[in-house]
């Protein structure tokens, strides 16, 4: 039963709330099926499929809130997690800062599932992996350690108040790290759909075989500052900087004077200009590359957001408790962003570099100060010298210590913008990227 | 590690809509839902001779029950208060020589024998491209067996009135003592898993984990400049009794640390005067310094530069899309001659310790636990590994440290705890310290980042101090130090005694794909690494 139609999710969501008791109540549905496979070593090692479904109950009497999960969707399920969420919010003490439900919403509509990654079989799958293992063993010095991932979600939220949501989306999950096997190689590619006819196996699997070829036998390189050209996929990432950035942009934090867009005497940089002129990054739950769910698990709709505008802060994320104390509209979190670039591609940015870094991947990225939102990670998985526009040869990987804000400050080119894990990002480069130390690691 | 984004969770202070999907329940509330044993073993015994019947060679299940309770609070409120329950099944076969996993959250007895069918599907359809065929370690059944974790005081049987009161009490003495904001939260853990294999092992587990955490939050509007500090707690296999606060477990010095008791409210309140310190210290100089880490801050070093890299999956290749692979490697495990460290360094892994994150009676491939070295006088000498690896490294016995997340996933190769032994001779942290004429006392994890191959990494931490001459002569900030695994091993030139051990540790050390999480303790007393680089971390925006 994992993947309900609106009409049965409605059914469970309704049953939800006719067993309420308290003075407000707000139901999550949602479940996934999907299926996984993985490789190394040139085989396949785990694969497997997981179907479940997860009911979030969340009961206020006044100010005092309690919440409930479950995955017990019987009758008597459901009305024991209602029934505990009731009894948690009895139990708490009255948060001053409850805000009552949504009422009814009216929400865009956007095409996040697709019956052609729905339809996808396990045969299939093992045919993903073949078409990276099968090169890798025909060439004899390299080995494919991947995975792949297809899944159908849905989800749906409704409340006492009148606000009811549903929306059903597929993706596909493929990434691929082909090693040398002298040690001295690596590359890696990503992929992210929501439509499987717009995956192609064999073609993103020989990304990551031409990178392992390129990347053999790297040279060192002093640390220190460089011109970096960085690829999505050293932007874009679960921990990526353009994410950190991104997510980072919470107006609470900010108004209360522990964010990066935070200024002296409790003011923040909203309105001002912060980045290169040619940053503009904005979330649209309805663009085609990288449709997106068209609400937030609150209820709120999910418009097209222009959060930086020609470098300029346009707009901060919201609670709807802040939002309501400040007087200003929730905007909640984006659902996706898209940066602006242009028509180049990496081969046209290497081409206009007289010295700088190819950075295929940035990893480990981890905050080393919120004041100035400065991470440290590592390049991994393809690190190359380019000079007088041309690579020159590839370089051991870099540890660095930067901030996304001085990174979009200094931004010589943008290129053609791809899809990464939903988002869509131009290959950027940038001058005086900070590398501070060498890493042994391939 | 997913730690990071825990703590941004509960620093947002994001309700429940945000939280994870296999949760917590209050047992009172659920007893409904719970299956008795007898009937765990009869829906058990249906998936074994469902796979069976289809050809599988050898077939585990695993019947999940998981309750989370998550309290959240800042300042003077508290803001949620969550349970979660998640039920299932998750079966895995090998055959064809292959794996293959099917889990279900419908325990009928036609669901289950299914989701059987289907893993043996599984493993067929990948069957075709198998090209090293799955060998298990022998692994005798033991039978029916039972196994909980040893607690005085289950945490989801105290009241939620006196959570809500620890939260705001700690972040009353937060406020009072200088922080401008605390987001503070409960976390409780039980898992209740049934674990029957093909082997003829039927075992029964109950464990329990709970972790309290803060962040405190000074703020000087003036110049605009803030500082956080983060609680001084660990995560612990442990019951309420966690949080009695006993003095006798308390270790007084420059701050308050402690051992297998907590004082959440000391430590809020040490944390506002401590943070609003940090706002005035002195920007650190960039270069070598000798640094003595504190058990809170060097559990972190250990898992990363330790724990992973001698995970034998790693060091084989098969977690290099992910996680990354070892610069341990086979070759230098079998000179066994490889300088990991210094003489004095012995790492070993158990899955035994009592208070620990991993510590069960069984692990979930139904393996005895133990406790084993890695690296004995600063030598390499053994790795992690479980049933179908021990076999590469020509052991006959598994380590007994396999482990999935929930019911849904698969179990794999995970981290026991690690943990460097005490020193032999006696040594406290203020004798150590009398010792080092130019270095950097640090206190509680911070920023953390390492390679894929884990030898280039970078730390930070929550309380640095100067140390000049055998004295502490203030605190620092903008301090990290950035070394090379083997490099820094090397230069641990002193430990202190058992007296000064202490545990810590994460509930979310990530990996595999799907990416799954898992809670493991480290432990160690108080350690001196020589010339280590320090960089500076300040910059302007």
Redesign the interface.
């Known amino acids: 039963m994992a993947i309900l139609t609106e009409a049965e999710a409605k059914r469970i969501l309704e049953k939800a709330l006719s067993f309420s008791k308290a003075d407000e109540c707000e139901a999550n549905l949602s479940g996934i099926k999907s299926g996984n496979i993985r490789y190394a070593r040139n085989t396949i090692t785990t694969s497997g499929s997981q179907q479940s479904v997860s009911l979030v109950i969340q009961s206020s009497f006044g100010k005092r809130v309690g919440s409930a999960t479950t995955n017990e969707l019987t009758d008597a399920g459901i009305e024991r997690a209602v029934r505990r969420a009731e009894e948690l919010a009895t139990l708490a003490p009255e948060n001053p800062e409850f805000v009552k439900n949504l009422g009814k919403q009216t929400y865009l509509t956007s095409t996040t599932y697709f019956e052609s990654t729905a339809n996808i079989t396990a045969a299939y799958r093992a045919k993903v992996a073949a078409a990276g293992i099968e090169p890798c063993k025909k060439n004899g010095n390299l080995t494919a350690a991947g995975f792949f991932q297809s899944s159908e979600r849905f989800q749906a939220m409704a409340n006492t108040s009148g606000a009811a949501a549903y929306q059903v989306s597929s993706d596909i999950e493929f990434n691929l790290t082909v090693r040398s096997n002298d040690g001295t190689g690596s590359g890696y590619v990503y992929r992210d759909v929501n439509d499987a006819e717009k995956f192609d196996a064999v073609l993103a699997s020989q990304i990551a075989i031409d990178k392992a070829l390129q990347s053999r036998e790297p040279k060192a390189i002093e640390p220190g500052k460089y011109t970096v050209i960085l690829e999505p996929s050293a932007l874009v990432s679960d921990e990526g900087l353009l994410n950190q950035l991104i997510f980072s942009m919470d107006a609470r934090q900010a108004d209360e004077g522990r964010s990066f867009l935070s200024k002296k005497g409790g003011k923040t940089k909203l309105g001002e200009k912060m980045f290169d002129e040619r940053v503009t990054i904005y979330s649209d739950p309805q663009h085609p590359d990288v449709p997106a769910q068209t609400w937030s698990s609150d209820g709120r709709p999910q418009e097209k957001t222009m959060w930086i505008e020609n470098g300029v802060v346009k707009n901060l994320f919201y609670s709807r408790y802040w939002a309501e104390k400040k007087n200003v509209k929730a905007v909640p979190p984006p659902a996706n962003f898209i940066m602006q670039g242009g028509d180049a591609s990496i081969e046209d940015l290497i081409k206009d570099t007289k010295r700088g870094v190819l950075v295929s991947r940035l990893w480990y990225i981890r905050e080393v100060d919120p004041q100035t939102l400065l991470y440290t990670g590592l390049t991994r998985d393809g690190t190359f010298f380019i000079e007088n526009g041309k690579i020159k040869h590839p370089v051991k990987n870099l540890r660095f210590n930067e901030s996304p804000v001085i990174m979009l400050n200094n931004i010589e080119a943008l290129g053609k913008p791809q899809r990464m894990l939903g988002n869509l990002v131009p290959p950027m480069k940038v001058r005086d990227f900070t590398f501070t130390s060498l890493s042994d690691a391939v | 590690m997913h730690r990071?984004d825990f703590l941004k969770l509960t620093g947002?202070?994001?309700?429940?809509?945000?939280?994870p999907?296999v949760?917590?329940?209050?047992p009172a509330?659920?007893d409904?839902?719970v299956m008795d044993t007898a009937d765990k073993k009869k829906l058990a015994d249906i998936a074994l001779n469902a796979a069976n019947a289809k050809g599988a060679t050898y077939c585990d299940v695993r019947i999940g029950r998981y309750l989370n309770q998550y309290v959240f609070a800042r300042e003077n409120?508290?803001?949620?208060?969550?349970?979660?329950?998640?039920?299932?099944v998750g079966i895995r076969v090998i055959a064809n020589g292959?794996?293959?996993?099917?889990?279900?959250?419908?325990l009928s007895p036609d669901s289950v024998a299914k989701a059987a069918a289907?893993?043996v599907?599984?493993a067929n359809?990948?069957a075709?491209?198998?090209?090293?065929p799955v060998k298990l370690a022998p692994q005798q059944g033991v039978g029916e067996q039972t196994w909980k974790t040893p607690i005085e005081k289950n945490a989801f049987n105290i009241?939620?009135?006196d959570k809500?009161d620890l939260l705001?009490a700690a972040n009353a003495a937060a406020m009072k003592n200088g922080a401008?904001?605390i987001n503070s939260v409960l976390f409780f853990v039980n898992e209740q898993k049934y674990f029957a294999s093909s082997d003829g092992s039927y075992i029964d587990q109950d464990i329990h984990r709970i972790w309290p955490t803060f962040q405190a939050?000074v703020?000087d509007?003036?110049?605009?400049?803030?500082q956080?500090r983060q609680s001084l707690s660990a995560p612990m296999g442990m019951g309420y009794e966690y949080l009695d606060g006993k003095a006798s477990e308390k270790m007084k010095g420059e701050t308050t640390v402690y051992r297998n008791s907590y004082d959440m409210i000391e430590d809020a309140a040490n944390a506002g005067k401590e943070g609003k310190r940090k706002l005035t210290a002195k920007s650190v100089a960039a270069g070598k310094y000798d640094l003595v880490l504190d058990p809170s801050h060097l559990w972190l070093t250990i898992h990363e530069s330790v724990g992973h890299p001698t995970e034998l999956d790693r060091v084989?290749?098969?977690?290099?899309?992910?996680a990354?692979?070892s610069?341990a490697t086979l070759e230098k495990w079998k000179s066994k001659s490889f300088k990991y460290g210094s003489p004095i360094v012995t790492l070993f892994a158990d899955k035994l310790q009592p208070h620990s994150l991993g510590a069960v009676g069984y692990d979930d491939e139904g393996v005895p636990t133990k406790r084993w070295d890695l690296i004995k006088d600063g030598i390499l000498v053994n790795y992690q590994a479980i049933r179908d690896q021990v076999q590469l490294i020509d052991q006959q016995e598994s380590h007994g440290c396999c482990y999935a997340q929930s019911w849904?996933?698969?179990q794999?190769q995970r981290m026991p705890n690690v943990s460097l032994a005490a020193g032999s001779k006696p040594l406290t942290p203020m004798d150590m310290i009398k010792d080092v004429e130019k270095g950097i006392y640090i206190i509680g994890d911070g920023?953390?980042?390492?390679?894929?191959?884990?030898?280039?990494f970078?730390f930070?931490g929550q309380l640095f101090y100067e140390i000049k001459n055998g004295k502490i002569v203030g605190m620092l900030k903008?301090v990290?130090y950035?070394s090379?695994t083997q490099e820094f091993w090397n230069s641990c030139v002193a430990i202190c005694d058992e007296r000064d051990y202490r545990l810590g540790g994460s509930f979310f050390d990530g990996k595999g794909?799907?990416g799954q999480v898992s809670a493991v303790s480290h432990g160690s007393a108080t350690a001196r690494f020589n010339g280590v680089?320090v960089?500076n971390?300040?910059?302007?925006?």
């Open positions: 990071r947002l202070g994001l309700g429940a809509m945000m939280l999907t949760g917590v329940v209050h509330s659920l409904a839902a409120k508290v803001q949620n208060v969550v349970d979660t329950l998640s039920m299932g292959t794996w293959g996993f099917a889990s279900t959250d419908d289907e893993a599907a599984i359809a990948n075709v491209y198998q090209t090293e009241p939620i009135k809500a705001l401008t904001y939050t703020i509007s003036k110049s605009g400049k803030f956080n084989l290749g098969y977690e290099a899309n992910y990354g692979t610069f849904a996933d698969v794999f920023s953390y980042s390492i390679d894929q191959q884990r030898y280039n970078q930070g903008d990290a950035q090379n794909q799907p680089t960089i971390t300040d910059r302007k925006i």
